[in-house]
C-alpha cells in the first residue's frame, strides 16, 4: 500500500479481524499466526475504518471526543502506515487478500 493520505479509504484485510477478547480481556487485532494488542485510541481508529476517507474518520473521532482533527488524522496515519505496511489494511474496493501465491 502507498503512503496514507487524508483521501485513503484503509480497510481491514479481509483475514484481520478487531475483536474483543473475554479472555485477555481487551479487544485485539487477529490476523493468521498474529494478535496485536490496540490500545484504546487506535481501538476508536480501527473500527471506524469502513471505506470512509481517513479524513473523515478523523473528523466523526474529533466531533467524538472534542479534539482537534487535525491531530487525530496525524497520530491516526502514522499508526494506521505502520499496520498498512505490515499488510494488515487495504485500500477499500480494492482487491483484497492473499496474494495469488499464498493462497491454497
Known amino acids: 500500500m502507498v ?3 487524508a483521501e485513503s479509504r ?3 484485510q479481509p483475514f ?3 475483536r474483543d477478547d473475554p479472555v485477555r480481556g ?3 487485532l487477529l490476523a493468521p499466526e498474529r494478535v496485536l494488542f490496540p490500545c484504546g485510541t ?3 481508529v ?3 475504518l469502513d471505506g470512509r476517507p481517513l479524513g473523515e474518520v478523523a473528523a466523526d473521532l474529533a466531533d467524538r471526543y472534542a479534539a482537534p482533527a487535525d491531530v487525530i488524522l496525524a ?3 502514522t499508526m494506521l502506515q ?3 505496511d505490515q499488510g494488515f489494511l487495504a485500500e477499500a474496493g480494492a482487491d483484497q487478500g492473499f496474494p495469488k501465491e499464498a493462497t491454497p
Do not use: I, W
Request: overall charge positive; hydrophobic content about 60%; charged content about 20%.
Open 3 to 5: 503512503a496514507l493520505t
Open 10 to 12: 484503509p480497510v481491514l
Open 16 to 18: 484481520c479481524r478487531l
Open 26 to 28: 481487551r479487544v485485539v
Open 42 to 44: 487506535s481501538q476508536a
Open 46 to 48: 480501527l473500527a471506524r
Open 75 to 77: 497520530d491516526a496515519l
Open 82 to 84: 505502520d499496520l498498512a
